[in-house]
């Protein structure tokens, strides 16, 4: 069974740093398209940043560039997602997934995602 968990969520005010940590199974974790998502209440669910597990490449949503970065360590299985200059509009519940990796580039965009956890709240106020 697919397990990704998430943590190091939190609430913060604006200006602040969080790093969120997605774990899986490291037999999971080889050759995989890893993605950080978020949805903020009444709002879609919003692709933020990916990597290839294989290779290390990012991908990041304009929203977040320059603010966020998407990391990982191989050897643990886990990803991160260092997060900086928190604004209230980056409030959401903050999602890892998965897919597996088919060449090209890692999409940022939910559908193409097969594996999610369960969320970490982030919650950044003014």
Request: glycine share 12%; net charge positive; with cysteine.
């Amino acid at each position: 069974q697919v397990r990704l968990v998430e943590s190091g969520g939190g609430s913060l005010q604006s200006g602040g740093s969080l790093r969120l940590s997605c774990a899986a199974s490291v037999y999971f974790y080889n050759s995989r398209c890893m993605g950080w998502f978020r949805q903020a209440p009444g709002k879609e669910r919003e692709g933020v940043a990916a990597i290839y597990t294989g290779g290390g490449n990012t991908y990041y949503a304009d929203s977040v560039k320059g603010r966020f970065t998407i990391s990982q360590d191989n050897a643990k299985a886990i990803m991160y997602l260092q997060m900086n200059s928190l604004k209230p509009e980056d409030t959401a519940m903050y999602y890892c997934a998965a897919y597996r990796y088919s060449g090209g580039y890692c999409y940022t965009e939910s559908v193409h995602y097969t594996y999610w956890g369960q969320g970490t709240q982030v919650t950044v106020s003014s």
